[in-house]
């Protein structure tokens, strides 16, 4: 039983207009050409002179923790702040974990962190 088959086994060259676009030169946009194509894109906020002045303005959460944990060690933080978390087989990844979903736990941390970077 011969079947034919009018159906090339070639692949197909649907091209799509970006793949058009990158055959020729690229010329990369300017600030200015961004901004009038997105004009929401140039209202960004600038940082306010009290956010500057505060200490964890820009520092991470884990970059708090690490930092903490070098200076003091897991077993200062557990007798300052009474959780689990630093009590228990600490890790970082719990620890971040509660600490984000846990606001007063939060706020006790940084207040460490805060007086850490007074002392110096």
Same mark, same amino acid.
Request: net charge neutral.
């Given at each position: 039983?011969?079947?034919?088959?009018?159906?090339?086994?070639?692949?197909?060259?649907?091209?799509?207009?970006?793949?058009?676009?990158?055959?020729?030169? +690229?010329?990369?946009?300017?600030?200015?050409?961004?901004?009038?194509?997105?004009?929401? %894109?140039?209202?960004?906020?600038?940082?306010?002179?009290?956010?500057?002045?505060?200490?964890? !303005?820009?520092?991470?959460?884990?970059?708090? =923790?690490?930092?903490?944990?070098?200076?003091?060690?897991?077993?200062? =933080?557990?007798?300052?702040?009474?959780?689990?978390? +630093?009590?228990?087989?600490?890790?970082?990844?719990?620890? =971040?974990? +509660?600490?984000?979903?846990?606001?007063?736990? %939060?706020? !006790?941390?940084?207040?460490?962190? =805060?007086?850490?970077?007074?002392?110096?």
């Amino acid at each position: 039983m011969d079947i034919k088959n009018n159906h090339k086994n070639e692949p197909t060259d649907k091209r799509k207009q970006s793949d058009e676009l990158s055959d020729a030169e +690229f010329k990369a946009k300017t600030n200015e050409e961004l901004n009038e194509e997105r004009p929401a %894109r140039r209202n960004r906020r600038q940082a306010t002179e009290e956010q500057l002045n505060n200490p964890l !303005h820009g520092v991470k959460l884990a970059q708090v =923790l690490e930092r903490l944990v070098e200076h003091y060690g897991w077993k200062y =933080l557990a007798e300052r702040v009474n959780i689990r978390c +630093f009590m228990y087989n600490p890790t970082m990844k719990s620890s =971040l974990g +509660f600490l984000r979903k846990t606001p007063w736990a %939060r706020e !006790h941390v940084e207040d460490i962190y =805060l007086e850490m970077l007074e002392e110096g």
